[in-house]
């Protein structure tokens, strides 16, 4: 029977192509309303698994208008966001909540 075979060959792909636990990981720690590292260089091509932990006892939002991303990390927690892949070249993001203190960048190639 060739049904049950094409079933099993679609979850393959679908494991293989959506994000997984292979992807590249990188974690961005926030301490006194600033980013730790304040510069991250990443591949260029790939998609990256970013894990924002907060170590402030305030909320944080990760942002980046370059990256189209914006998401709210909770005093104590952590976020991970999905970027890429990537350009090479500079990619700024910043603490929306303390945007003159909480900034960073990321490099990509
Ligand atoms: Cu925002």
Known sequence: MPRPAVLSLALVLA???GAAAQDPAYTLVIKDHQFQPAEIEMPAGQKIALTVRNNDSTPEEFESTELRREKVVAGGEEITVYIGPLKPG???FFGDFNPNTARGHIIAK
């Open 15 to 17: 494991l293989t192509t």
């Open 90 to 92: 500079k990619y700024e």
